[in-house]
């Protein structure tokens, strides 16, 4: 979280959403979708990864992609987890 500046104020929207995502499982594939990771990316999201496809395996650096795609497109962890909830994604 400190590498991408993300404070720790949104750590447990953070946490929640992994765990929707994949249960915290490290290089969980989905083969329906392509989406990996700790929060599911998909595969035209890899480049968020510091490595892009080379990151996968790494906890820190699948979490570095998830955080940057959370950022990018919801701004913040709770505004994610509220659009999880509400779109009642599984």
Known sequence: MSTERVPL???NDLLWLMAQES???VNLRN???GARGLFQLLPSQYELN???VKSFGNAEEECRGGIR???GRYHDAASA???WK???WI
């Open 9 to 11: 104020t949104q750590f």
């Open 23 to 25: 249960g915290g499982a």
């Open 31 to 33: 083969p329906k979708s």
């Open 50 to 52: 510091p490595d892009g």
């Open 69 to 71: 795609y959370i950022l």
């Open 81 to 83: 987890r509220l659009a």
């Open 86 to 88: 509400a779109n009642q």
